[in-house]
């Protein structure tokens, strides 16, 4: 496990950044964003809840079950609330003994991207158009690593919605930029084809699709630790969300950094206390 | 289940749309066809996903138009796709053993599965 000065790890699955390492944070998200530049994408901050019908729509419940926290809340009920604080709220395991829940709508973010595509339902576009945005995303995982694989973490995206072109062209854009950046701060990396993390995958036709047409890259740190991905998802947000290029369901693509897994590459491969590659 | 087309000329494929067919599955009770030809197979496969895609104009699409590109074939009809061809070769086709690009284009899928 990684220890480094600026660096606490929780037993939940999170981590606390301070000092050197949240400037590292900082530096690497900035320099993502002077990437998005380059097409003048707009940023966006959006909140960590998600309508649960936003991922409904592109089914992604059924996909991806065992990645879903939710947040939850008391049933307001007085006598619910009454009966919470009469017992013990929380056990000696520290697990919360909830009377009755309020019915749950939302799911905290699991990719910063989605927000952008209910954000831009029912648009129509007569020109590429190019967005980012930085969340903090939750996966639930069945074991956490320190800065590589947690409960919450900071996921910086760019996304093009726009023809099948412009969005391959993207695409090739964001990994040529990616590679510049690599090499110039020598980070051993590779692009390898990946699928995402589907639940039952082989009763799952996207991850079928997915093999027959890798739309997904990913840049793997030491051959082990994607740090960035690129996604090609056709018209599937397109469709789903009733956004239109010249009257067609628009193409979306998008390039997503795992911020925490930059910082844990970086702590790999310089070492944990600096000094870093200028960025 | 898959849809079944008819080949453009005289067949005795299974009528029965079972899942998964196979030519050694005793229960579907089919066998390999000779009379099958190359051009039949491409043909099959264009009404496939002509008959899904009714706007493509006809003889569309060609045997190198690219189908997942231009959405002619999305991600809920590969699986399909995949029966189809599974009993369009009396063979059946372990999904793992997929590799990129075998469902590009008529071509492609040809090569893939017929070759």
């Known amino acids: 496990m990684i220890d480094a000065p600026g660096l606490r790890w929780l037993p939940n699955g999170q981590s606390v950044l301070s000092g050197p390492l949240l400037g590292l944070t900082e530096g690497l998200d900035h320099r993502f964003l002077s990437l998005a530049a380059r097409w ?37 009920d007085e006598a619910n609330l009454t009966s919470f604080t009469a017992g013990q709220p929380v056990d000696g395991e520290g697990r919360v003994r909830p009377t009755s829940f309020a019915p749950i709508h939302d ?21 590429p158009r190019y967005f980012t945005t930085r969340n903090t995303c939750f ?10 694989r947690q409960w919450s973490f900071a996921m910086r995206e760019i996304v093009c919605m726009g023809t099948a072109g412009e969005t391959r062209a993207f695409i090739d854009q964001a990994t040529a930029d990616v590679d510049r950046l690599v090499a110039a701060i020598g980070l051993p990396v590779r692009w390898a084809h990946a699928s995402d993390p589907f639940f039952r995958p082989s009763e799952n036709p996207q991850y079928l699709m997915q093999q027959v047409d890798p739309t997904k890259e990913e840049l793997l ?59 | 289940m898959a849809d079944r087309v008819a080949l453009s000329t005289d067949d005795d494929l299974d009528p029965a749309p ?24 491409r043909e099959a496969l264009r009404s496939w996903i002509a008959e899904r895609n009714p706007e493509l104009p006809p003889g569309e699409p060609a045997d ?13 009809q590969v699986a399909d796709l995949l029966l189809f061809v599974e ?11 997929l590799r990129p690009g075998v469902f590009r284009s008529i071509d492609a899928i040809h090569a893939a599965f017929f070759s």
């Open chain 1, 221 to 279: 740190f030491d051959d082990r630790l994607a740090i960035a991905s690129t996604n090609l998802h056709h018209d599937h947000f397109g469709r789903a969300f009733d956004i239109r290029r010249d009257g067609e369901p628009v193409r979306t693509a998008c390039i997503a950094f795992g911020i925490e897994r930059w910082v844990a590459a970086f702590l790999h491969h310089y070492g944990t206390e600096g000094p870093w590659p200028a960025l």
């Open chain 2, 64 to 76: 190198d138009t690219r189908l997942i590109e231009l959405r002619y074939l999305t991600s809920l």
């Open chain 1, 40 to 76: 003048d994408a707009a940023d966006h901050r959006f909140p960590t809840f998600l309508a649960a019908t936003v991922l409904e729509r592109i089914d992604w419940f059924r996909s991806f079950p065992q990645l879903a926290t939710f947040p939850v809340s008391l049933d307001p």
């Open chain 2, 18 to 41: 079972a899942a998964r067919p196979s030519a050694a599955d005793p229960a579907t009770g089919t066998v390999p066809d000779p009379d099958v030809t190359e051009p039949d197979v």
């Open chain 1, 139 to 148: 996966r639930r995982e069945d074991h956490y690593v320190p800065l590589e």
């Open chain 1, 107 to 127: 799911v905290l973010t699991p990719a910063a991207c989605y927000h952008l595509y209910d954000h831009h339902q029912g648009r129509a576009f007569d020109r």
């Open chain 2, 87 to 97: 009993e369009l070769r009396q063979e059946p086709i372990d999904p793992a053993s």
